[in-house]
């Protein structure tokens, strides 16, 4: 079966820091991968998705980066973090004409 | 370019009662419609999704949705409200061949009155 792993569960990094959240899934082969942020008050917005290995679409200009490093794992990271990084994030993939799926999400409290 | 509009923010009902929540989306050609759940402090669970076919879609936990493309909605109910339906309701839009990408709405937060 398809699943999805997503870490850490929750992480608190105080402003200036660097960030790496790792997702990786497994039972599938060349999924499309997402990854969004769901704000305090607001819905989900979608930040970078990607196609296939070391393909990145970047949908908001940010102070975060996202890699594709092998074909079933996603990678965010950020150089120096803002507060405005917080958040709630959620990797995704899917495959061709199926829905998306989610991780079980990253708490980021960036202090 | 597609977008989805969820009305209301916070909805309130009783338990047993109907449970409607409200979604309407734009998009230049047939959409993919999808209903996802969310638990506190928890990823998305997709509860039930329309791609072709029958316009009435059931899903998991007793909801079901219709979609209705003359009023481009994609409403979502169940028939009876349960304190467990408590949590955050997201609708999403996809096109067949958009790079895969889901537009999502702001989200219903629903609260289960005993």
């Known amino acids: 079966s398809q699943t999805i792993h997503q870490w850490p569960a929750t992480l608190v990094q105080p402003v200036g820091s660097p960030l790496s959240l790792e997702c990786t899934v497994e039972?599938?082969?060349?999924?499309?991968l997402y990854w969004y942020r769901q704000a305090a008050g607001r819905g989900l917005q979608l930040l970078f998705y990607?196609?296939?290995?070391?393909?990145i679409s970047s949908e908001v200009p940010q102070n975060l980066s996202a890699s594709r490093p092998q074909d079933r794992q996603f990678i965010l990271s950020s150089k120096k973090l803002l507060l405005s990084d917080s958040g709630f994030y959620l990797c995704?993939?899917?495959?061709?004409?199926?829905?998306?799926?989610f991780g079980n999400g990253t708490r980021l409290t960036v202090t | 370019a597609q977008s989805v509009t969820q009305l209301g923010s916070h909805v309130s009902v009783s338990e047993g009662a109907l449970v409607l929540l409200r979604c309407n989306y734009s998009?230049?050609?047939?959409?993919?419609l999808f209903w996802y759940v969310q638990y506190p402090n928890q990823g998305l669970q997709l509860l039930l999704k329309?791609?072709?076919?029958?316009?009435l879609v059931k899903g998991i936990n007793g909801f079901e949705a219709e979609f209705k493309k003359s009023e481009t909605s994609f409403h979502l109910t169940k028939p009876s409200a349960h304190m467990s339906d408590a949590a955050e309701y997201f609708c999403?839009?996809?096109?067949?061949?958009?790079?895969?990408?889901?537009?999502f709405g702001g989200g219903t937060r629903v609260l289960v009155k005993p």
């Open positions: 990607s196609v296939g290995i070391g393909q």
């Open positions: 329309y791609t072709t076919g029958a316009t």
């Open positions: 039972g599938t082969s060349n999924p499309n």
């Open positions: 998009s230049s050609v047939p959409p993919y």
């Open positions: 995704g993939f899917r495959r061709e004409g199926s829905p998306l799926h």
């Open positions: 999403a839009v996809t096109q067949a061949a958009a790079g895969n990408k889901l537009t």
